[in-house]
């Protein structure tokens, strides 16, 4: 259960940083 949450983690991480990179486009 430990890496499911890690990989939730990262994955709302990289949604984050997809969303600001589109801001920053």
């Known amino acids: 259960s ?3 949450s ?3 983690i990262e994955l ?3 949604r984050f940083l ?3 990179a ?4």
């Open 6 to 8: 890690d990989d939730s």
């Open 18 to 20: 997809a969303e600001k």
């Open 12 to 14: 709302e991480i990289r």
């Open 22 to 25: 589109k801001v920053s486009t």
């Open 2 to 4: 430990s890496v499911d």
